[in-house]
């Protein structure tokens, strides 16, 4: 396949739901003149508790829709996709390929004084070891200490975002991170963000966040540059969204990660 | 397709997960002379968040695999499944079908003295009604309390049964529908009966609790006694367990689940 940089082309975001929209949010107000088009694989998410395997199975069959659509660049918004799937996405595609956990580890290396590094995501993300070895080849220096934080997404679904839960829950997984004396914390899930106030709260404010999701929009911005890639027309772009399922509560959920209104979107059965 | 009426047919069990091998655990010890074929669908899982078309459509896939397997009946282990998919799987299906939530609707009739019912449930189980219309057929002058607890199931299979952030869920959970003053409350979900011990706590004895895996299993052997497809054979039955993914800790939550080793697992990729 050849690639496709004609700098009109669309940006391809992807994630294993609706997550990835908090970095379309992000791409939208740093980039207003590029097209995006969102694919967000709803019927099968959670992607975070299932095997190597499947996951780059699943990834491979959306980098190839993407790549269908002529995407000038591939964001893989998900961390779970970016932890263990970014080898056999970037081996597919002819564009650019930046992954979430690559600009989260970035972030951190630059934020930490220390050298002492927290990571929290889901179960799959954290059990690959991708923050630790991106981390690593930055600098190998860094200290880390990661945790697995499976009700994190369940809670921010529900909706439970300052609730007694959510503040035990994140206490019990924060305890045995906070105790290794780091200074920097990375956000490894598009969920999180939402998770921050309560997060902050507990981690106390000598701990600085690192929100993979900005720095992933930071990264893309600079990559676009450097490729000459950047959309020059000053039209108003188009935002296409593809789904494989519109659950319940999609719309009101989908528009609290965006920050404004889902239209134009279209459902793919897989 | 002919009914397969040999009653040396194993009986096929189905479920989004591993939640069904509650009810698999169940029928082995009331019917140990019984082959089973059980399904989770372990890469899709879970299901009580999808729109009713994509879970009708994956419900259709599993029974018309389990059909080729020649089961002499089909227990829809799956209360989203059977909430929203019965007939779909019934149409389909020449073996005779039971279904969950049937199972557990009748049990709520028999138990209840005040005819006030609480149920709950996944969000797609009781968005869909079907426990309402369930018990309403049973017996029309009942009335019903149900309470989505999307929580529940994360935090199942976080291992926290016994946990405070699990019990002031359900207390949050449960409060509304205890207000009702209801003398029953039916356990609409296979993750449900390991909560047992904190819910029962929260609402106090004088509430029974219907267990829809328990009830399902007592109606099987009914049916099956019923059209003469009981294995009169004495020899020790053969069990498999199909998946469609070997996701993290799958074989510690599984055998907490079914109560015994797992194995004759195989990977079904869809």
Chains 1, 2 share one sequence.
Request: hydrophobic fraction near 45%; aromatic fraction near 8%; charged fraction near 20%.
């Amino acid at each position: 396949m050849i690639m496709d940089d004609d700098p009109h082309n669309p940006i391809g975001v992807f994630d294993s739901g609706i997550g990835g929209l908090t970095v379309v949010r992000a791409l939208i107000e740093q980039l207003p003149f590029e097209h995006i088009i969102y694919f967000g694989d709803t019927a099968r998410v959670p992607y975070g508790v299932k095997s190597v395997e499947t996951i780059s199975r699943y990834a491979t069959q959306i980098t190839e829709f993407l790549l269908l659509q002529k995407v000038k660049a591939l964001v893989v918004a998900c961390n779970t996709m970016s932890a263990v799937a970014y080898q056999a996405i970037e081996d597919l595609s002819p564009a650019p390929v930046l992954g979430v956990v690559d600009a989260g580890a970035r972030g951190a290396v630059a934020v930490t004084k220390n050298s002492r590094v927290g990571v929290i995501g889901t179960p799959a993300t954290i059990h690959s070891n991708a923050y630790v070895k991106a981390i690593k080849k930055y600098d190998p220096d860094i200290e880390i200490f990661s945790r697995a934080c499976p009700l994190f997404v369940p809670l921010v679904e529900e909706g439970w975002l300052d609730h007694q839960v959510t503040r035990i829950t994140a206490q019990e997984y924060l305890k045995p991170v906070i105790a290794e004396n780091i200074d920097t914390l990375v956000l490894g899930c598009t969920h999180y963000p939402l998770l921050k106030p309560v997060i902050q709260e507990i981690l106390g404010d000598p701990i600085m966040l690192v929100d993979s999701a900005q720095a992933i929009t930071e990264q893309t911005v600079e990559l676009l540059g450097k490729h000459n890639l950047l959309n020059q027309q000053r039209r108003t772009p188009k935002y296409r969204f593809y789904v494989t399922d519109v659950p319940f509560m999609f719309k009101e959920v989908g528009e609290r990660f965006l920050g404004r209104t889902l239209s134009n979107v279209t459902v793919i059965k897989w």
